[in-house]
């Protein structure tokens, strides 16, 4: 089995840039790896995400989006993630079911324990080895994002290994206190189970934020085998 992380985050945070940049310096120091994210990664994936995101279907009902997201998730995990992490490679994912938990689960009100079945349905239970969270003001995220939508600036423009550009989405649109709702649930997954995450602070520089990243991933890169050189 090889080694499964994720980054979650309020909206706004650097997740994407993040997992890029950590997946370019794995992948720099010779180790298999490949850059996802949720809902999306494969073509049944990214079909169901553009439902999800778009911004005229203000109608989905919360079960609909619940079951959607995990659906794009059974997909991917079963078409990517799973099979890589078999082959013993490294797999980064921007967001993953923890989002559900909070977005859905402590967002919209669902209850976690059916949130637990649905994704554990959907995930046959496969769980990440580490998590990051890049802690950000909700309000000061969200701001982020819409200056990257109405300037037009090179941060909507910059396309991750992990997908296209950032896009303003349904998600983002819902108010406040919403998204510190998600915040809120968040925080209190970090203390259900404090071994599997790592907060960083998302307000420091873009550079020292990767460093912070990669100084918690390297003792564990050991467990995978690099690729053999060419």
């Known amino acids: 089995m090889g080694l499964f992380i994720t980054f979650e985050g309020p909206e706004g945070s650097g997740k994407s ?4 940049l950590l997946y370019e310096r794995i992948q720099a120091l010779g180790y298999p790896v490949i850059l996802t994210r949720e809902p999306g990664g494969t073509r049944i994936s990214e079909l169901i995400r553009r439902i999800l995101v778009d911004l005229r279907h203000t109608e989905m009902a919360p079960t609909t989006e619940t079951l959607l997201f995990s ?12 099979p890589y992490l078999n082959t013993g490679g490294i797999v980064l994912c921007d967001r993953y079911a923890d989002s559900t938990f909070a977005y859905q689960g402590y967002g919209l009100g669902r209850d976690l324990d059916e949130l637990h079945a649905i994704t ?4 046959g239970g496969l769980q990440p080895d580490l998590t990051f969270y890049l802690d950000l003001d909700v309000e000061a995220g969200l701001q982020r994002k819409r200056w990257a939508r109405d300037r037009g600036s090179e941060a909507s423009k910059a396309v991750s290994s992990s997908g296209p550009p950032a ?3 349904r998600l983002d649109a819902r108010d406040l206190a919403y998204h510190q709702r998600v915040a809120a649930g968040f925080a209190e997954l970090i203390r259900n189970n404090p071994e599997r995450w790592r907060r960083c602070s998302a307000e420091q520089p873009l550079d020292q934020l990767a460093e912070q990243i990669f100084a918690a991933v390297e003792p564990i890169l050991e467990r995978v ?3 053999e050189p060419h």
């Open 17 to 20: 840039t993040q997992a890029r």
């Open 71 to 82: 659906a794009a998730r059974a997909q991917l995990v079963s078409e990517l993630v799973r």
């Open 120 to 123: 554990t349905i959907a995930t």
């Open 167 to 169: 896009e303003w989405n």
């Open 225 to 227: 085998a690099r690729l």
